[in-house]
Nanobody
Framework: QVQLVESGGGLVQAGGFLRLSCVAS????????MGWYRQAPGKQRELVAA???????????SVKGRFTISRDNVMNTIMNTVYLQMNSLKPEDTSVYYC?????????????WGQGTQVTVSS
């Protein structure tokens, strides 16, 4: 099993920035991809960005050029932390952001989930 704990959410004005972190514990040797999703009230959960242990990255079109995903690999082999640097934030970025991890190197990680962290962008 893998446990994921997110941090870094909060309230920020439009145009501002936040950095989310997600730390994995447990069977981290099994993790091959991690990512961030978000879900706004009344909307479906959507993928924001994902990264594989080998460094392959994917972004949602709505965040390209503004958000950057990165990861820490322990001894270049074990992925245990993923970050989401969010710049030029917009009110429509307001959501609960969830960290996810997967045992496969895929662009839609979904085996394990964190509890979420709220991001609120005021206009």
């Amino acid at each position: 099993q893998v446990q994921l704990v997110e941090s870094g959410g909060g309230l920020v004005q439009a145009g501002g920035f936040l950095r989310l972190s997600c730390v994995a514990s447990g069977s981290i040797f099994s993790i091959k991809s991690m990512g961030w999703y978000r879900q706004a009230p009344g909307k479906q959960r959507e993928l924001v960005a994902a990264i594989t242990r080998g460094g392959r990255i994917n972004y949602a079109d709505s965040v390209k050029g503004r958000f950057t995903i990165s990861r820490d690999n322990v001894m270049n082999t074990i992925m245990n932390t993923v970050y989401l640097q969010m710049n030029s934030l917009k009110p429509e970025d307001t959501s609960v952001y969830y960290c996810a991890a997967d045992r496969a190197a895929i662009m839609t990680p979904h085996d394990y989930w964190g509890q979420g962290t709220q991001v609120t962008v005021s206009s």
